[in-house]
């Protein structure tokens, strides 16, 4: 149990995922969360989650981002419901919301309300594309902010056929991880201050956030978009993903020349190095790693790997990358997987960071 926000009361009305995976992150923290729900759909109407575990899970009792959180079902759009959220809001520290601009207002919870309510309120708002653009009031997802972002450009597949990677980038790391900075700002300016205050978040503009250095070595340094796509995106055949025999995957992310000398070495093919030195030896790395990753199965690589600073990884799956990236829940997650428990494998997860004052906490 962390306990760095004990006391901290949080009021989450969002639906989607970077609203509640902020409102996740502070309630790991220690944070009391009360998720507001539509009572009439409390789940979000989408395609394929007949079929698809992950869209039907959400915002069910399975679903990993409510965990921690208490669940109030309110119709805001009635009298009674909003009346009851404003009281909730009168005792708040912090309100997250996710709806396009102007509807907070349409429903008579706009900050001039909020604020007035509650001045030591912190309301943060996500959105798509902010307030201030000409489509800010259209419909947008995760794919949409990495589009107009640039992101998009520069993630394509062999083809050059821009790929929309997992929803990670837009809805989780510039949307809900970056919410939560600012919240932690906001509540710190307000034990300065003792004011609470709007925080307007745009996860199309977060995305350009988390760009920051490739889009300004691309537009102030010159360096064409296409150097950023020849290298960390699987052009650089040191950076890439490579076929095991048994059907597997490996990682290479060796961008230094001592760390590509080191697969060289446990490849038993010192020549990498020297290929790797400029780009026209590339195609005959590429094609030497790819005859000699194919050659052994995942396990086989694994052990290679092990102990060394070759930068290369097996490819996991989601079950396999829980008990390696944190070896203390294995034998939880061996159980939960045996037991078929959803919801106890969806809890078990657990914050990142380490707070070395919570009880039983350690940084090791």
């Not at 009305?13 to 609203?19: K, W």
């Not at 039907?56 to 669940?71: C, E, F, I, M």
């Not at 929309?164 to 509540?187: E, R």
């Given at each position: 149990?962390?306990?760095?926000?004990?006391?901290?009361?949080?009021?989450?009305?969002?639906?989607?995922?970077?609203?509640?995976?902020?409102?996740?992150?502070?309630?790991?923290?220690?944070?009391?969360?009360?998720?507001?729900?539509?009572?009439?759909?409390?789940?979000?109407?989408?395609?394929?989650?007949?079929?698809?575990?992950?869209?039907?899970?959400?915002?069910?009792?399975?679903?990993?981002?409510?965990?921690?959180?208490?669940?109030?079902?309110?119709?805001?759009?009635?009298?009674?419901?909003?009346?009851?959220?404003?009281?909730?809001?009168?005792?708040?520290?912090?309100?997250?919301?996710?709806?396009?601009?102007?509807?907070?207002?349409?429903?008579?919870?706009?900050?001039?309300?909020?604020?007035?309510?509650?001045?030591?309120?912190?309301?943060?708002?996500?959105?798509?594309y902010g307030s201030k653009a000409p489509h800010a009031t259209r419909a947008g997802h995760d794919i949409n902010y990495l589009a107009?972002?640039?992101?998009?450009?520069?993630?394509?597949?062999?083809?050059?056929?821009?790929?929309?990677?997992?929803?990670?980038?837009?809805?989780?790391?510039?949307?809900?991880?970056?919410?939560?900075?600012?919240?932690?700002?906001?509540?710190?300016e307000r034990g300065r201050t003792d004011k609470g205050q709007r925080i307007c978040l745009s996860m199309t503009d977060g995305v350009?956030?988390?760009?920051?250095?490739?889009?300004?070595?691309?537009?102030?340094?010159?360096?064409?978009e296409e150097t950023w796509r020849g290298s960390l995106c699987g052009g650089m055949p040191t950076y890439d993903t490579y076929a095991?025999?048994?059907?597997?995957?490996?990682?290479?992310?060796?961008?230094?020349?001592?760390?590509?000398?080191?697969?060289?070495?446990?490849?038993?093919?010192?020549?990498?190095?020297?290929?790797?030195?400029?780009?026209?030896?590339?195609?005959?790395?590429?094609?030497?790693?790819?005859?000699?990753?194919?050659?052994?199965?995942?396990?086989?690589?694994?052990?290679?790997?092990?102990?060394?600073?070759?930068?290369?990884?097996?490819?996991?799956?989601?079950?396999?990358?829980?008990?390696?990236?944190?070896?203390?829940?294995?034998?939880?997650?061996?159980?939960?997987?045996?037991?078929?428990?959803?919801?106890?494998?969806?809890?078990?997860?657990?914050?990142?960071?380490?707070?070395?004052?919570?009880?039983?906490?350690?940084?090791?």
């Open positions: 149990m962390k306990t760095a926000l004990t006391g901290i009361k949080v009021i989450d009305i969002s639906v989607n995922a970077p609203g509640p995976f902020a409102s996740m992150m502070l309630a790991d923290m220690g944070a009391e969360v009360i998720s507001v729900v539509n009572p009439i759909q409390a789940k979000p109407d989408y395609a394929g989650a007949a079929d698809d575990p992950m869209l039907a899970g959400r915002g069910g009792p399975n679903d990993a981002l409510a965990r921690g959180k208490s669940r109030l079902p309110l119709n805001l759009k009635s009298e009674k419901g909003r009346a009851d959220l404003l009281q909730l809001v009168r005792t708040a520290d912090v309100f997250i919301s996710e709806m396009r601009p102007g509807k907070l207002e349409a429903l008579g919870l706009g900050w001039d309300v909020l604020g007035s309510e509650n001045p030591r309120l912190v309301s943060c708002e996500i959105t798509g107009l972002s640039g992101a998009l450009s520069l993630i394509r597949d062999g083809r050059g056929k821009p790929v929309a990677p997992q929803n990670i980038i837009g809805d989780y790391a510039a949307g809900g991880t970056l919410a939560v900075s600012a919240i932690l700002a906001a509540l710190l350009r956030y988390l760009l920051s250095d490739i889009s300004a070595a691309t537009v102030l340094g010159g360096h064409p095991t025999s048994d059907g597997g995957w490996v990682a290479a992310g060796a961008l230094e020349l001592k760390f590509i000398a080191e697969i060289g070495r446990k490849l038993g093919w010192p020549e990498l190095t020297g290929l790797m030195e400029r780009k026209e030896g590339w195609p005959e790395a590429r094609k030497g790693l790819t005859e000699r990753f194919k050659a052994r199965s995942l396990d086989d690589w694994s052990s290679v790997f092990a102990d060394s600073d070759a930068c290369v990884t097996p490819v996991l799956s989601l079950a396999d990358a829980h008990p390696r990236g944190m070896p203390e829940l294995a034998d939880v997650l061996g159980q939960c997987a045996r037991s078929h428990d959803a919801t106890e494998w969806a809890r078990s997860t657990v914050l990142t960071a380490r707070f070395s004052i919570d009880p039983g906490a350690s940084c090791v």
